[in-house]
């Protein structure tokens, strides 16, 4: 059992950077590929980006690569997701997941996932 917990969402303008981190409980963490995905009002959640268990591997969408990146530290039990240059379409509540599966996309495939923190960018 893994429990997740995000952090440093909040209200932002247009170009700012921040920075999430996923808190996770249980002592096999680092054994877990760790996601975020975002869910804006109205839309479908969608994947943001990934990390394998080592991090070694990461996966970002398109919509966010080069702007986005996502780390791990085993040793704290934490992810992190470090956001810059900003947009409004950026906006959604963002979520962390944890999958014993290898890195992947799809939702589906992740066991565990946090209650989400609200990031909002402004024009």
């Known amino acids: 059992q893994v429990q997740l917990v995000e952090s440093g969402g909040g209200l932002v303008q247009a170009g700012d950077s921040l920075r999430l981190s996923c808190a996770a409980s249980?002592?096999?963490?680092?054994?877990?590929?760790m996601g975020w995905f975002r869910q804006a009002p109205g839309k479908e959640r969608e994947f943001v980006t990934a990390?394998?268990?080592?991090?070694?591997?990461?996966y970002y969408a398109d919509s966010v690569k080069g702007r986005f990146t996502i780390s791990r530290d085993n040793a704290r039990n934490t992810v992190y997701l470090q956001m810059t240059s900003l947009k409004p379409e950026d906006t959604a509540v963002y979520y962390c997941?944890?999958?014993?599966?290898?890195?992947?996309?799809?939702?589906?495939?992740?066991?565990?996932w946090g209650q989400g923190t609200q990031v909002t960018v402004s024009s």
């Open positions: 990390i394998s268990w080592s991090g070694g591997r990461t």
């Open positions: 997941a944890a999958a014993r599966e290898r890195i992947a996309n799809n939702a589906v495939l992740y066991d565990y």
């Open positions: 249980g002592r096999t963490f680092s054994s877990y590929t």
